[in-house]
């Protein structure tokens, strides 16, 4: 039987050598999925108790244990080497990997978007946050505890979620400057935060204009 993990569970597939890893760049979970043939971070972590630990004792279950980087469904294929790979009753067997918990390195503010901007006075349209799990899988739920903060109080921020893996950020302010806003997943900075947020005039108001002097 399997006890395959969801989407970030591909640590042990098939990784880079440690001089190969130093000179890469990137996240890792990108030389993960690279390393793979197949593009999905497979990694096979064997069975147990297996030949070796079974020591000569007849045992009826065992587990192989893997795990799978790349979201998506599958067909898990397990067969008895000795016998030529010759499959096992029911093989290959239906797989389907979910996206784990969102991860704060995977899960970033959309570059386009940078550097944040508002009109004082006015609620700000924000911008959507899209979180993803540790292998880069988006997230398909929410309930993943997103904050949004600033640096000072003359900022409001709001934090909406989707319910689908994504979170609409907002904020509002009633005087213009430059802030720093925070954007944390279980208290630590997503890719991109902090960003800078510019907090511009709103066009002018002419009938609330005086004009005052000693000629008029």
């Not at 990784?15 to 760049?25: K, N, Q, Y």
């Not at 890792?28 to 030949?51: K, Q, R």
């Not at 979201?71 to 898990?76: E, F, I, M, P, T």
């Not at 292998?135 to 997103?146: D, T």
Request: aromatic content about 6%; proline content about 5%.
């Amino acid at each position: 039987k399997g006890d395959g993990g969801g989407g970030g569970g591909g640590s042990g597939g098939g990784g880079l050598g440690e001089r190969e890893r130093g000179h890469a760049s990137g996240p890792s979970y990108v030389h993960e999925l690279a390393a793979d043939t197949h593009g999905v971070a497979f990694a096979f972590g064997g069975v147990d108790p297996g030949t070796l630990h079974a020591k000569g004792r007849l045992v009826s279950t065992h587990t192989v244990h893997y795990s799978v980087g790349k979201a998506g469904r599958y067909r898990l294929h397990v067969g008895l080497r000795p016998q030529g790979g010759e499959a096992l009753p029911g093989s290959p067997f239906a797989l389907c990997i979910q996206p784990n918990d969102a991860h704060r390195q995977t899960s970033r503010l959309a570059v386009s978007s940078l550097p944040l901007r508002g009109v004082v006075g006015e609620t700000s349209e924000g911008v959507q946050l899209v979180t993803a799990d540790c292998m880069g899988n988006r997230c398909l739920i929410g309930g993943v505890p997103v904050r949004v903060s600033c640096t000072s109080e003359a900022v409001q921020t709001t934090c909406v979620d989707n319910g689908d893996g994504t979170y609409r950020l907002g904020w509002f302010a009633e005087l213009s400057g430059t802030y720093m806003l925070h954007v944390t997943i279980d208290g630590r900075d997503v890719t991109g935060s902090p960003a800078s947020l510019h907090m511009v005039a709103s066009a002018p108001d002419v009938g609330r204009f005086e004009v005052v002097g000693a000629l008029l």
